[in-house]
């Protein structure tokens, strides 16, 4: 499974920016799909999951309410839509996809190694 993310970049605090995330190779690789950041000097944390199979969503608490996961089937296409965009958010953020349940992200150890990972996109928010 191959992941390409797309759609970084600077914004100013209060704006949007969406990622997407095109994977390649079988869906039946792995069960949930989402997204995790790092900022300089941070652990990476989970942002987002969907699960493959009923299509459930999970947030962070930091991004709840503020930013969206999505999935076009068709295309194989994952998109983060992500409003209100705080300093904060700045960060690389990654595409994953793994064989573990998309709701356990947010638990999982730090060091847990997740099956594929993209390259990584820069969001920066900042005026």
């Known amino acids: 499974v191959q992941l390409v993310e797309s759609g970084g970049g600077l914004v100013q605090p209060g704006g949007s920016l969406r990622l997407s995330c095109t994977a390649s190779?079988?869906?039946?690789?792995?069960?949930?799909i989402g997204w995790f950041r790092q900022a300089p000097g941070k652990e990476r944390e989970a942002v987002s999951s969907l699960s493959i199979r009923d299509g459930n969503t999970y947030y962070a608490a930091s991004v709840k309410g503020r930013f969206t996961i999505s999935r076009d089937s068709p295309s194989n296409t994952v998109h983060l839509q992500m409003n209100n965009l705080k300093p904060e958010d700045t960060a690389v953020y990654y595409c994953?996809?793994?064989?573990?349940?998309?709701?356990?992200?947010?638990?999982?150890?730090?060091?847990?190694?997740?099956?594929?990972w993209g390259q990584g996109t820069q969001v920066t928010v900042s005026s």
């Open positions: 190779g079988s869906t039946a690789d792995y069960y949930a």
């Open positions: 994953v996809a793994d064989r573990s349940d998309g709701s356990t992200w947010f638990h999982l150890p730090v060091n847990y190694e997740y099956d594929y």
